[in-house]
Nanobody
Framework: QVQVVESGGGLVQAGGSLRLTCTVN????????MDWYRQASGKEREFVAS???????NYSTFAEGRFTISRDNTKNAIYLEMNSLKVDDTGVYYC??????????WGQGTQVTVSS
């Protein structure tokens, strides 16, 4: 019933930037937090960044200083601005919405490919 949709992925050169968008068909303030994860080919899905209902955020170590998570409550959307992209940033980026500790909603992901 809850739909989480990512967009904005694509091909970018190393050192470049990309902005991902995640839209939800709900008031995003109803979610305790929303997150970005990513999964490289052949590897496990890993945490990228979170943003909470009160706009607090946190980042993985590889994202700190390069990525910025933000939100627009009027559009029920969160964003991930990625700068200084590296080849190792390549992967499928997923959006996750957490209304509480019991429920999790995932999007289908958007592919990010960073070329050398």
């Amino acid at each position: 019933q809850v739909q989480v949709v990512e967009s904005g992925g694509g091909l970018v050169q190393a050192g470049g930037s990309l902005r991902l968008t995640c839209t939800v068909n709900r008031n995003i303030l109803s979610f305790r937090n929303m997150d970005w994860y990513r999964q490289a080919s052949g590897k496990e899905r890993e945490f990228v960044a979170s943003i909470f209902y009160n706009n607090w955020s946190n980042y993985s170590t590889f994202a700190e200083g390069r990525f910025t998570i933000s939100r627009d409550n009027t559009k029920n959307a969160i964003y991930l601005e990625m700068n200084s992209l590296k080849v190792d940033d390549t992967g499928v980026y997923y959006c996750k919405a957490d209304p509480d500790l019991r429920r999790i909603y995932w999007g289908q992901g958007t592919q990010v490919t960073v070329s050398s």
